[in-house]
């Protein structure tokens, strides 16, 4: 699906002018500048682009490579740690850019100002989470590649049909799909939502001053503020052909699932309502008008973090309704559900300034979904209940979301 032809029609539609200041000089910064989205995401300064988001399209393209690896059982766990907490120099993906980038995967997990900067033992238990899953990869599921999986051991197990091969732990779990959906979270969730969207970060220092005087970054066409909402928006478009007018699907991560939520008749208009809110933000931080950039970054809180909330009750709903014909699927989807719930952690609620439901809650619905053997015993109501309570907290049904 291209946003771009999705949106032909709508662009005028994304000028927003707000109300003068009772002095009218439209100079203040309560709300005083017209703002106007431009039909793309293309700002200029001195005639060349102001947008650079690089960082984040390298932590992307790692990502994909490293969700790949995680299927290779030639691979061992020295060499999938390496993928997740890449060091600059070290030839650990096929790509000599990325190999030469001092940036990494693991890094940025669970690294957000508003959520772990004060919190970084909450921060290392998700690290060390998803580092105990990597190991457990490699040396329970990879031994047992060409076994069938039962209740209580790892294994293969196929879908019905014919179908695709799933690689499973004793309690169904695919570790590669838990891993890959709890990095949409913890690394584009929560970097977008609440680290490069958060006023500690946009604000911080003199980027406000500096924004205001149009006081580009040492070597670079860009203000600070210009660029860290470019590094939100690069964490969902990033790896877009034509990041400008991007397309959707171009990657297994946020943009992937956005654009699968978009899909969906009873969420529809979502990712027009995201690329347009973007577009307005950082047309705001040119304005200089931090109203109108501070609404839009609730706009996108509150789609983005549904958008983690619609994918994990798909999953389990789709999951739930395989449990008796195909195992094989049943769990696949599960395992996609777990990861998305495990990313639930991430979502942002604009009231709160916190994510919509607690840590303690997502570690209990994924304890539940783990008790005993795991997806091999879980039973339709259990599923039916935790679906039923996320979408309650995140404003839709199940039926809404199974779709």
């Known amino acids: 699906m291209r946003l771009n032809k999705v949106f032909v029609g709508l662009f005028v539609a994304s000028a927003i002018f707000t109300s003068c200041s009772s002095d009218d000089n439209g100079d203040d910064t309560s709300g005083g500048k017209n703002v106007v989205a431009p039909a793309t995401y293309v700002f200029e300064n001195n005639g060349e682009s102001s947008v650079d988001f690089g960082g984040q399209t390298t932590r992307i393209k790692m990502g994909q490579e490293f969700i790949s690896a995680l299927k290779d059982n030639s691979k061992t766990e020295a060499e999938l740690d390496a993928m997740f907490a890449h060091q600059e120099g070290a030839a650990d993906f096929s790509d000599e850019d990325l190999n030469s980038s001092g940036k990494s995967i693991r890094s940025k997990v669970a690294a957000s100002a508003d959520y772990f900067s004060a919190n970084t033992t909450a921060s290392m238990a998700i690290k060390e989470q998803l580092d105990l899953w990597i190991s457990e990869q490699v040396t329970d599921v990879f031994p047992n590649w060409d076994v069938d999986a039962v209740a209580g051991s790892a294994g293969k197990i196929q879908q019905a049909g014919g179908g695709s091969t799933r690689y499973v732990n004793g ?233």
């Open 171 to 403: 309690k169904g779990l695919e570790y590669n799909q838990a891993i890959a959906k709890s990095i949409i979270g913890g690394l584009m969730v929560d970097q977008m939502l609440n680290n490069y969207l958060s006023t500690a970060v946009l604000d911080e220092a003199t980027n406000i001053e500096d924004n205001d005087a149009g006081t580009l970054v040492d070597g670079k066409n860009y203000t600070n503020m210009e660029h860290k909402w470019d590094e939100a928006y690069g964490y969902l478009y990033g790896n877009e052909d034509t990041p400008a007018t991007p397309e959707l699907g171009k990657d297994s991560f946020l943009n992937e699932y956005l654009g699968k939520v978009e899909e969906d008749a009873d969420f529809a208009g979502i990712a027009n309502d995201v690329y347009e809110a973007l577009k307005l933000g950082r047309a705001a931080i040119v304005a200089k008008n931090y109203v109108v950039r501070d609404e839009q970054v609730e706009i996108i809180r509150e789609k983005i973090s549904k958008v983690i909330a619609v994918r994990a009750v798909h999953y389990l709903q789709s999951g739930k309704n395989n449990l008796t014909s195909d195992k094989a699927s049943a769990f696949h989807g599960l395992s996609e559900a777990f990861g998305f719930i495990n990313s639930l952690r991430f979502t942002r609620d604009n009231l709160t300034g916190s994510p919509v439901l607690s840590s303690t809650k997502i570690d209990g619905f994924m304890d539940t979904l783990m008790a005993d053997n795991g997806f091999w015993d879980v039973t339709p109501a259990t599923l039916d209940m935790i679906s039923d309570e996320i979408s309650a907290a995140y404003g839709f049904t199940k039926e809404q979301a199974a779709n």
